[in-house]
C-alpha cells in the first residue's frame, strides 16, 4: 500500500513563501510521476503541478505558473512545492497525488491518479 504524507504548510503573509513536502512509501517511486493539487472551500479540486517520473519535465496550472516550482528527490522518495509570492487566493488543502500507471501519464487530470495524500492546509493572509 502506497502512503503519502504532506508536510510544510501553514499561515503565510501575502507576498511570502512556504514549501511543500511529500514522503511517499514504497520502492518504486522513481517510476512515477508525481502532482500536487488543491482545493479551496466551496471550490472544486485544482491541478497545481505535475513532475514525471524523470524530473524532467514539469507541468503547472496557469494559477501559479512562474511563482510554484516542483521539484523530486528519488533517493528521498520525496516531492516538493516551492511556493513564492503567495497571494490570498492560494489558500487551500494542498494534496500531492501519484497516479496508477508508472511511466509517461497525463498529469493534468485528476483522474490519472489513484492515491492521495491527508493533505496540508496553506493559509496566505492579506
Known amino acids: 500500500q502506497v502512503q503519502l504524507v504532506e508536510s510544510g504548510g501553514g499561515l503565510v503573509q501575502a507576498g511570502g513563501s512556504l514549501r511543500l513536502s511529500c514522503a511517499t512509501s514504497?520502492?518504486?517511486?522513481?517510476?512515477?510521476?508525481m502532482g500536487w493539487f488543491r482545493q479551496a472551500p466551496g471550490k472544486e479540486r485544482e491541478f497545481v503541478a505535475a513532475?514525471?517520473?524523470?524530473?524532467?519535465?514539469?507541468h503547472y496550472g496557469d494559477s501559479v505558473k512562474g511563482r510554484f516550482t516542483i521539484s523530486r528527490d528519488n533517493a528521498k522518495k520525496t516531492v516538493y512545492l516551492q511556493m513564492n509570492s503567495l497571494k490570498p487566493e492560494d489558500t487551500a488543502v494542498y494534496y500531492c497525488?501519484?497516479?496508477?500507471?508508472?511511466?509517461?501519464?497525463?498529469?493534468?487530470?485528476?483522474?490519472?491518479?489513484?492515491?492521495w495524500g491527508q493533505g496540508t492546509q496553506v493559509t496566505v493572509s492579506s
Open positions: 497525488a501519484r497516479p496508477k500507471y508508472s511511466g509517461t501519464v497525463d498529469t493534468r487530470n485528476e483522474a490519472t491518479y489513484e492515491y
Open positions: 514504497g520502492r518504486t517511486f522513481s517510476l512515477y510521476a
Open positions: 513532475i514525471s517520473w524523470s524530473g524532467g519535465n514539469t
